[in-house]
């Protein structure tokens, strides 16, 4: 018996020795193919088995194979997925995948992507997963509001109504490329988000890159740049089908389909979908259409042309003026729901504040691969808009004495169609016109890219772009009435019986030519220090057409002079890897812009331009620090910018006897500086920990002297703008971040973030800072809100199913995202309240 149990444990002991023996020890590196970026989450799997790792933030693995040689897979959401074969211990190197889109590369090159651990910049990136989790039916910046530095609200909330700060940078100052060509209005830099109603549904990334960023456009931005990667044309045939609903009527339903890439090289990709619904705030009712297209070919192994468009077109209602918290409190509908600027007629919602245009994009690109080191993208695109926004000329629109009910109840539009028709032939009173604008705009960006050797990246090229925006105010409604009478005794419409469709007030053009060049160079030192300088000089040429002012002395062509200016900057820094697992980098820059068209050109019906415009200039400097293991990721970063000769043109309320006065304030400057904190942690495959705290000290930074005048362009006096030590307001100055997302079953996540702002300081009328005894600015309630979500992957038959189920702000927290101060005092403040708790429930079906 003692005998048998002997060889019984040595058999047993043999069999494990086997065992042993047959294990190997694997690992590597996964990177994305083209920019060399780590893959942080990625699936390394021995082929055959359920055995796996997925790789840690700097995309690096180490596995335990089960066989002593066989293969590995790795695959990546996006990517096309890798095969890879091993025999014994082995370390694979660098692993790359290609993305699963074809054409992407040119985007990339373009967009100016930034790299881990060698791109000097602060930076971070959201993935397309994560905004299928996360978005829901907020607005498309708020998937950023967990950044370090953003600070997103919905502003009135109104559909696509949202804006977004960086480092108390409003936007613009803050530079949108959609596939490296830039959306910031071309007169006056702002991003209206509604005209973009549609990215999530094809966002392929998102990278936001703080400060000066690595964007390759010959006029860079201040507080930095929103980096936005569309799908281009899946590899891969395959579609979805997809459709939600949510609070107040929210329902969107589209589909997805890509051909995959065919023998002949040929890929196409299409996406459509419509969203509608009641809103949230009353009156507040949207519908829109967003659609997308993508076609590709591969020419041959030097050529690939890529063609896309997209577009939203929509309309909504609005929330336009603000209350103050004693008024929105003394409300039937309470503040969070509680809007002045809507009523009924003929029984149906009519808005006095409504939002429609749509603004297609278009771009053609193309990738040269010149050789195995160069290679030169171009992307010719060409986008045209046009809409408005609703306006109401008269005194009784939005008054207390025309509601239905209370003062706090809808507007009462039928009583002023009724008074319209009883005035007869003395016209409306009051009608319902709107402000439209409409544009055209072509531009061209190209860039090289050459490989000089392993160590030098030397690249450059053109950014050109012509631009002209007509505007116009124009009647919609007579409200009954049989015309209407513009009383501006200035214009061509004087006294005319204007009816619908007629112009008034204002009717201009006004024109954008900008060139400019840009270079870089990268060097890699050795396998730690990565250098990098960029340098870019530009020309800015801005003229006006003027159709509507009676002033007889225009010149025939009623175009203005050309007013030109010239700019350039230069930025450089370098990253430190002190080993794998610490980083420093620096980065400095300075730049001078030209002042966009609306600081140039003060009234809107005169031609002559302000000889006193000069450029705008910025310095910022940077310092970060980075760690990355295996479990946790983080960063701090230190920032300084100083803004200087910024300019503002404000106009004054119209007084009782119709005149107009213009203040031009030049040499305003502000200093930002901050520091950042973000971290991520993942003590194991199934639980993620993030968070981040942005610590922000934003203030004006000088008195300065203005220049006031009257509308016929004539001096009328000087005056000084006390506003050195006030703090900048419109963003919130301190913001933490903290969010926990766990795999609880194979194919089931929940997740909860919570988002604090503070230190909100109000916007404020600078022209108003004329006392040097004034307070600063009203500060509002800081607030903290909470957000859940559960995700699921299942199965339909032989297709793949997601569930995605969202609640924001789960506890109905009451806050203030927007305060205009009116006064230094919580009492006259005039505000937006955020949105309460809001939820929804999606289902993408992949096919």
């Known amino acids: 018996m003692k005998k048998t149990a002997n060889y019984l444990l040595l058999t047993v002991a043999l069999l494990f020795s086997t065992v042993i023996m047959a294990q190997s020890t694997l690992s590597g590196t996964v990177l994305e193919k083209g920019i060399n970026m780590p893959l942080p989450g990625a699936n390394v799997v021995e082929k055959g088995t359920t055995n796996g790792v997925v790789t840690d933030f ?18 990546y959401v996006g990517y096309t997925s890798k095969t890879v074969s091993f025999s014994g211990d082995a370390f694979l190197g660098k692993i790359t995948l290609e993305p699963s889109q074809v054409g992407l590369e040119t985007v990339q090159i373009i967009a100016s992507v930034a790299v881990d651990r060698k791109t000097p910049v602060a930076v971070s990136t959201v993935k397309a997963a994560d905004i299928a989790l996360k978005l829901s039916t907020q607005e498309f910046p708020e998937i950023l509001k967990s950044t370090p530095g953003i600070y997103a609200t919905k502003q009135g909330g109104g559909y696509g109504d949202a804006r977004v700060n960086i480092r108390g940078f409003s936007s613009e100052n803050v530079a949108v490329m959609i596939n490296g060509v830039p959306v910031n209005d071309m007169e006056n830099g702002a991003v209206y988000w509604s005209n973009w109603a549609g990215l999530g549904d094809v966002t392929s990334t998102m990278q936001v890159q703080r400060g000066l960023g690595a964007s390759k456009v010959a006029v860079p ?78 020419i041959n192994e030097a050529h690939t042309i890529s063609f896309s468009a997209f577009g939203a077109q929509q309309e909504h209602g609005q929330r336009f003026n603000r209350s103050t918290i004693s008024e929105l409190r003394q409300t039937e509908q309470g503040p969070l729901k509680a809007n002045k600027d809507w009523g009924y007629k003929d029984g149906e919602i009519y808005n006095s504040a409504y939002n429609f245009y749509h603004k297609p994009q278009m771009s053609l690109n193309h990738l040269w691969t010149i050789d195995d080191n160069s290679v030169l993208s171009t992307a010719l695109y060409a986008s045209f808009g046009q809409g408005g926004g609703r306006r109401e000329e008269g005194g009784k629109i939005g008054s207390d004495d025309y509601r239905i009910g209370g003062v706090d109840q809808p507007i009462d539009f039928d009583t002023i169609v009724e008074e319209n028709i009883a005035n007869g032939v003395a016209g409306s009173s009051d009608i319902i016109s709107s402000s439209r604008n409409s544009h055209k705009w072509y531009g061209l960006l190209t860039t090289y890219k050459n490989d000089i050797s392993d160590k030098l990246v030397l690249s450059g090229g053109f950014d050109g772009r012509y631009y002209v925006g007509s505007h116009w105010y124009q009647v919609d409604d007579l409200l009954g009435g049989q015309f209407y009478l513009d009383n501006e005794d200035d214009t061509k419409a004087f006294g005319q019986a204007l009816q619908v469709g007629d112009r008034y007030n204002k009717d201009y053009d006004g024109y954008v030519v900008r060139t400019g060049f840009f270079g870089q160079a990268e060097y890699q030192v050795d ?30 062509d009623r175009k203005s002079d050309n007013a030109n200016f010239v700019g350039f900057g230069i930025k450089g820094g370098g990253n430190y890897n002190l080993d794998d697992i610490n980083n420093v980098f620096v980065n400095i820059g300075y730049f001078s812009k030209a002042p966009f068209l609306t600081n140039v050109f003060l009234q809107e019906d005169e031609l002559t331009y302000n000889q006193d415009a000069i450029n705008e200039k910025v310095f910022s400097a940077e310092l970060g620090y980075g760690y990355r293991s295996e479990k946790l990721s983080a960063n701090v970063n230190l920032y300084y910018t100083r803004w200087i000769d910024k300019a503002e043109s404000i106009e004054d309320p119209a007084t009782n006897a119709g005149e107009r006065f213009y203040n031009n304030i030049q040499g305003i400057e502000a200093i930002h500086k901050g520091i950042e904190i973000d971290f991520k942690y993942r003590p194991n495959d199934d639980l993620t920990v993030t968070g981040m705290a942005s610590i922000g000290d934003w203030k004006w930074g000088n008195n300065v002297e203005y220049d006031r005048f009257n509308q016929n362009g004539d001096f009328v006096a000087s005056g000084v703008i006390f506003s050195e030590g006030l703090k900048v307001g419109n963003s919130a100055q301190t913001t933490f971040a903290l969010g926990t997302a766990y795999d609880f079953a194979p194919k089931s996540k929940a997740y909860i973030d919570y988002n604090y702002a503070g230190n909100m300081f109000a916007d404020f009328d600078v ?7 004034l307070p600063d600015v009203w500060e509002a309630p800081s607030f903290g809100l909470f957000d859940v979500g559960v995700s699921h992957t299942f199965d339909i038959g032989d297709f793949e199913a997601v569930l995605n189920t969202k609640i924001n702000n789960l506890f109905n927290t009451e806050y203030i995202s927007d305060a205009q101060d009116n006064g230094q005092f919580e009492s006259n403040a ?17 096919f």
């Open 830 to 846: 005039a505000v937006y309240y955020g949105t309460g708790r809001t939820y929804s429930v999606s289902l993408k079906v992949n």
């Open 221 to 298: 931005s201040i507080g930095g740049t929103i980096n936005i990667v569309t799908k281009t044309t899946d590899a891969e045939e395959g579609g979805s089908f997809f459709t939600g609903i949510g609070n107040n009527g929210y329902l969107k339903y589209g589909m997805t389909y890509s051909t995959g890439l065919s023998d002949k090289g040929f890929a196409a990709t299409v996406s459509a979908s419509k969203i509608s619904g009641d809103g949230y705030v009353d009156g507040t009712q949207f519908e829109g259409y967003n659609y997308f297209i993508n076609l590709t070919k591969e």
């Open 767 to 773: 022209n108003g800072r004329s006392r040097s005894d």
């Open 527 to 556: 396998e730690k220090l990565n250098l990098f300088m960029a340098a870019d000089v530009s020309n800015t040429n801005y003229w006006k057409k003027e159709f509507m002012s009676n002033d007889a002395s225009f010149p025939a």
């Open 58 to 75: 700097d995309g690096n693995f180490k596995l335990s194979t089960k066989s002593s040689s066989g293969e590995i897979v790795i695959s």
